[in-house]
């Protein structure tokens, strides 16, 4: 079992920059991710890096703005967000699972955090 705690959300303008941390408690040898949720939306993958910080994948809307990686040495994830729009809008959730950035093909399962909020002014 881990426990996950995020934290860095809030309120920031169209085109900002936001970081996001994600404290793991226990087994440190898993995969990590991101998955965020929209009012009315189902959750969409983030990013992901696998339990050896040597990979990465990161979802459509995030490439090319968002950067995933880990601290080993404080057992923490961190989603740094640049160019930011509206549409990044949601509750952003830390999740860990299996060893691979393959293991969140899937929407369910894992461990997951409580949740952060990201709001974007436009």
């Known amino acids: 079992q881990v426990q996950l705690v995020e934290s860095g959300g809030g309120l920031v303008q169209a085109g900002g920059s936001l970081r996001l941390s994600c404290a793991a408690s226990?087994?440190?040898?898993?995969?990590m991710g991101w998955f965020r949720q929209a009012p009315g939306k189902e959750h969409e993958f983030v990013g992901a890096?696998?339990?050896?910080?040597?990979?990465?994948y990161l979802g459509d809307s995030a490439k090319g703005r968002f950067i995933i990686s880990r601290d080993f040495a404080k057992n923490t994830v961190y989603l740094q967000m640049s160019s930011l729009k509206p549409e990044d809008t949601a509750v952003y959730y830390c999740?860990?699972?299996?060893?691979?950035?393959?293991?969140?093909?899937?929407?369910?399962?894992?461990?997951w955090g409580q949740g952060t909020q990201v709001t974007v002014s436009s």
């Open positions: 226990g087994r440190s040898n898993y995969a």
């Open positions: 999740v860990a699972r299996g060893q691979s950035t393959n293991d969140f093909v899937d929407q369910h399962g894992g461990s």
């Open positions: 890096i696998d339990w050896k910080g040597s990979s990465t």
